[in-house]
């Protein structure tokens, strides 16, 4: 399949700019192989049985934007891309020119930074600081700004520091959410505990890469942003015990399938892994892990919609963007979800 596949007009006021009042508010549509019924997002409780398994990306996100100038006086923006150390960071910097090497940079006014060197499109960047307790998970969140995505045409407000991140993420790391999860409040959590559900979670740093658009027409000539992955012994022993009982395996996100099919790479079946993943989800990928995807709705031509192609089918995900589009459903971060069975059902977990 070609990019030009992947691309589908959205009217620009269905992209949400702000969060509903309530995490649960928000729509759900339940795409059920052919059949797509509209409903609330609440309406998990019902779908989602006894014995299932839900399994979520807890990264947190961290404040990881830094505005400022350079000691020549240009403006200068600063997007984390990844903490190396408690003083180093990997990052995008935009600017009039580049910096280079040994360049001083003012952020927000009271952060020294210096950058490193340059590493493809990023900057290594140390912060400098007397304080031994300003390490850079300290300094972002006392002086950075929530990452929203660049469809979000506003500054961001305290609000997002709250609402841009799921109620459970407790590993900070990412520069974007995994925004499948900004739908659970704690009660919806409880309730489904309640109800029998189990849940295990992931880590996925998800990185601004996420955002950036596949420039090439052939999909093959693609190359994956890197992210950092954790899938713990304690997960995969959840997997396999919700196989054994009967129920299905439901991942919270794009970035938990992804997570969760890096640590199925070299058996078919999920196993303990750390590091790197740079999967590429595309038509025609078979899944070893996952019967359910809960999801937002995606941007054209982004890999997040090429994998939710090949879960789900290209042409019951463009039925489904279609109806969504129709009905006034809203796009993207803080918009609204959908429920995707695997194309295939069963027969897309390896060896069932």
Known sequence: MQLSDFYYDLPTELIAQAPLPERTASRLLHVNNNTLID????????????GDLLVFNNTRVIPA???????????????????????????????????RPGTRLLLEGVLEGVMLKREGD????????????????????RYGHMPLPPYINRTDEDADRQRYQTVYADRPGAVAAPTAGLHFDSNLLNALQDKGVETASVTLHVGAGTFQPV???????????????????????????????????????TTTVRSLEAASQKTGEPEA???????????????????????????????????????????????AYHHAIKQRYRFFSYGDAML?????????????
């Open 273 to 319: 892994f750390t590091g790197d993943t740079q999967l590429f989800i595309t038509p025609g990928y078979s899944f070893h892990a996952v019967d359910m995807l809960l999801t937002n709705f995606h941007l054209p031509g982004s890999t997040l919609l090429m994998l939710v192609s090949a879960f789900a089918g290209y042409d019951t995900i463009f039925k």
């Open 340 to 352: 995707l069975n695997c194309m295939k059902e069963t027969a897309c977990i390896k060896g069932q």
């Open 39 to 50: 409903g609330q997002f609440v309406d998990v409780l019902d779908v989602f049985q006894p």
């Open 122 to 141: 990023l900057f290594t960047l140390e912060f400098v600081s007397d304080s031994p307790d300003s390490t850079v998970f300290n300094l972002l969140e």
């Open 65 to 99: 934007r830094l505005l400022g100038n350079k000691e020549t006086g240009g403006k200068v923006e600063v997007l984390v891309e990844r903490v190396l150390d408690d003083r180093r960071v990997l990052a995008h910097v935009r600017a009039n020119k580049s910096p």
């Open 215 to 253: 420039k090439v027409e052939s999909l093959k000539d693609h190359v994956m942003h890197k992210e950092y992955v954790e899938v713990s012994r304690a997960t995969c022993a959840a997997l396999r015990a919700c196989r054994k009982r009967g129920g299905r395996v439901i991942a919270v996100g």
